[in-house]
Every structure is written in C-alpha cells, then in structure tokens.
C-alpha cells in the first residue's frame, strides 16, 4: 500500500473538518460521493443534515455510514423502515 503524501493527508483533514462543520444539505451534499468512507460516516453524523440528505447517506454501500444515518436525530421514519433487514429472522 502506497502511503499518504503529506498534502493528501492535509487534504483529508480538511474534508473531516468540512464534513463535521457542514451547516446544512448543500454543503453536505459533495460528501456522498468522497473516497473515504470515514468522511462520509462524519458528514452523515452531522446534527445540521437533514432528512433528504441522511435519506440519500443512507444508499451507501458501507454499512458505518448506513449505521451513523441510523443514529442521526433527524433521519426521516421512512429512511429507518428502509433500512431495516426484510427478512425479519436475520435482524440482529
């Protein structure tokens, strides 16, 4: 594995603390599709995301950001449903 170059790691930081400080939709809105997922599961933590924004976080392939929708305060009703195991004997 190739490692981190000291710009790309200043990068990085920078896209968490963006992530984290992001006020509302439109600023979240660049993190769903970034690289790392840890920065999607920040910007999916985010209190200031709203419903529309956690709905789309919640298409996410990993399940760490899938999860941090889950636990966000203003995930919608109907995003939780979404998310739920349909076969109900492999809920966990």
Do not use: C, H
């Amino acid at each position: 594995m190739v490692k981190k170059t000291t710009e790309q790691k200043n990068a990085q930081e920078r896209r968490y603390i963006a992530a984290s400080g992001a006020a509302n939709a439109a600023e979240l809105e660049p993190f769903l599709t970034d690289p790392n997922q840890g920065i999607r599961a920040v910007a999916a933590m985010n209190p200031d995301a709203n419903a529309e924004i956690l709905d789309r976080f919640a298409n996410d392939k990993f399940w760490g950001v899938r999860m941090e929708v889950v636990r966000n305060a203003n995930v919608s009703p109907s995003t939780l449903r979404r998310l739920l195991e349909s076969d109900t004997r492999k809920r966990g």
